[in-house]
C-alpha cells in the first residue's frame, strides 16, 4: 500500500527538549515537503528536499532542523530554539520538483 | 504580508446546488495553482489544479477557472454533497513549483441538507 506516514499522531514535550517528527513515504517520490499549520492558518513551509542529501529553508525554518538521508525518509528535528512549537505539522512529497504535492496524515505536537 | 488570500473565512451551500469557493493571489510569478480539501486533524487531500497556460480545468464535480489579470481563481463544486463540507485550501507556487507551496488560510465549506 503506498503512501506517506507520519508518526506519531500526537506528540507531548516538555519545554526545552527537541523532538523529531518521523516522515516516510513509500511513493518512489524524490520531493519531499515540511508545512506547519497554526489554528485559523493555512500552511506555512518550513524545509524542503528536491532530492537526497539536499534540502532548503523554507519561510519559516528558524529553530527547526532537517535531514534527508534516504530517498524515503525526511525527519523534522523541533528544536528548544523554537519559540512556539505546538502546532499540526505535515509533511508532503512530490514525485519531482513542480509536481504536486501529497500529504501524509500530519502530527499534532504539543508542548507543555 | 499574504500573498494568497481566502477573504471568506466560511461559506454555507445547500446541498445539491454550486459551492463557489474565492482565492485571490499577488504575487505575479505564480505560475500553477492548486485545491486542497482538508478534515479535522488530517492531511490536505490533493483536488485539483490549474497552469497559468490554462483559464479553466475540469475534473467531475469540480471546476477551477483562473483570470490571470484580476489575479483571481475559483473552485466551483456542482453539485455540492454532504461530504463535500470540509475546509478547502488554495495554494499557489511559481517557477515549477519546486520550491515549495504558498496556502492561503482556507474557507470552511458547510453543505446544509
Known amino acids: 500500500d503506498g503512501g506517506i506516514t507520519q508518526s506519531p499522531k500526537y506528540l507531548f514535550r516538555k519545554e526545552g527538549q527537541n523532538v523529531t517528527l518521523s516522515c516516510e513515504q513509500n511513493?518512489?517520490?524524490?520531493?519531499m515537503y515540511w508545512y506547519r499549520q497554526d489554528p485559523g492558518q493555512g500552511l506555512r513551509l518550513i524545509y524542503y528536499s528536491q532530492i537526497v542529501n539536499d534540502f532548503q529553508k523554507g519561510d519559516i525554518a528558524e529553530g527547526y532542523s532537517v535531514s534527508r538521508e534516504k530517498k524515503e525518509s525526511f525527519p523534522l528535528t523541533v528544536t528548544s530554539a523554537q519559540k512556539n512549537p505546538t502546532a499540526f505539522y505535515l509533511c508532503?512529497?512530490?514525485?519531482?520538483?513542480?509536481?504536486?504535492?501529497?500529504f501524509g496524515p500530519g502530527t499534532r505536537l504539543t508542548v507543555l | 504580508d499574504q500573498q494568497v488570500k481566502q477573504n471568506s473565512p466560511s461559506l454555507s451551500v445547500q446541498e445539491g446546488r454550486i459551492s463557489i469557493l474565492n482565492c485571490d493571489y499577488t504575487n505575479s510569478m505564480f505560475d500553477y495553482f492548486l485545491w486542497y480539501k482538508k478534515y479535522p486533524a488530517e492531511g490536505p487531500t490533493f483536488l485539483i489544479s490549474i497552469s497559468s497556460i490554462k483559464d479553466k480545468n475540469e475534473d467531475g464535480r469540480f471546476t477551477v477557472f483562473l483570470n490571470k489579470s484580476a489575479k483571481h481563481l475559483s473552485l466551483h463544486i456542482v453539485p455540492s454533497q454532504p461530504g463535500d463540507s470540509a475546509v478547502y485550501f488554495c495554494?499557489?507556487?511559481?517557477?515549477?513549483?519546486?520550491?515549495?507551496?504558498?496556502f492561503g488560510k482556507g474557507t470552511h465549506l458547510i453543505i446544509q441538507p
Open positions: 495554494a499557489a507556487s511559481a517557477g515549477g513549483g519546486a520550491d515549495g507551496l504558498t
Open positions: 508532503a512529497s512530490a514525485k519531482g520538483p513542480g509536481d504536486t504535492q501529497y
Open positions: 511513493l518512489n517520490h524524490d520531493a
